[in-house]
């Protein structure tokens, strides 16, 4: 059984890094992901995949990063930290590139709206707690759309949010949502998810709000 946490009076990064780390351990259960660990000041991911060999994930600048950054020369890790991209590769060798901006978005509790879909499209929604899959098909039964939640210890997390190109610009994405925010058994449960650039658009237009810049380095691999 996973640890929890008491949220009381916080300071910011406090708050962030609780809200970081249920982050974290939700999209790691969605994902079949080992659990973080604490590590000098943050979190420790071992994912150990082809494309990631670890991550580590901080609430806020600090000098571990630096300690982090200065001992690794191997790619394949990353570094993520809440702040922005300039004060993330500051604390870093040059080694280290800047990764494509994300955003720690949240939305308030509350109602959920309808999924709405336009005509030849279908929809199905699979709940295996805590883990809910939503599937969006065109007629011909071909997928179109989906996407994954998580809820966790107050948190129901937003995952692998992604619209095929040919069914692009059809409020899919919106309707995945939506079906997502439906699934959710505590109402009162944060709402988070890590957007891309062009996420971020899309998810302002449905209610939700930038809490912070999230960033990103890692050493790419030599050609």
């Known amino acids: 059984m ?25 999209r790691s259960i969605g994902r079949n992901l080992p659990q973080p660990a604490p590590y000098r000041g943050g979190l420790r991911l071992d994912t150990n995949t082809p494309e990631e ?11 571990e990063i630096t300690d982090i950054a200065r001992e690794i020369h191997e790619p ?11 004060l993330l590769a500051s604390l870093v060798p040059p080694r280290w590139q800047l990764q494509p901006p994300g955003y720690l978005m949240t939305r308030e509790p509350g109602r959920s ?16 707690f805590p883990v809910t899959t939503v599937r969006i098909f065109a007629e011909d039964d071909t997928l179109a759309a989906s996407g994954y939640g ?16 040919a069914h ?16 959710q058994q505590s109402q009162a449960a944060q709402r988070v998810l890590v957007a891309t650039e062009a996420g971020r658009g899309l998810y302002t237009t449905i209610g939700w709000r930038v809490h912070a810049p999230f960033s990103t380095v890692t050493i790419k691999p030599p050609f």
């Open 150 to 165: 998580v809820e966790y210890e107050g948190v129901f997390i937003y995952d692998r949010i992604g619209t095929l190109p």
């Open 53 to 63: 060999l670890r991550r580590y994930v901080f609430a806020g600048p600090t000098p």
């Open 76 to 86: 394949h890790v990353f570094i993520k930290m809440i702040g922005a991209p300039a």
């Open 2 to 26: 996973l640890p929890t946490t008491k949220i009381h009076a916080l300071s910011p990064q406090q708050g962030d890094a609780e809200l970081l780390e249920r982050w974290l351990r939700a």
């Open 168 to 183: 692009q610009h059809q409020g899919l994405g919106a309707a995945v949502m939506a079906a997502l925010s439906g699934a």
């Open 113 to 128: 709206p309808v999924p709405s879909l336009p005509p030849g499209y279908w929809l199905q929604v699979q709940t295996e």
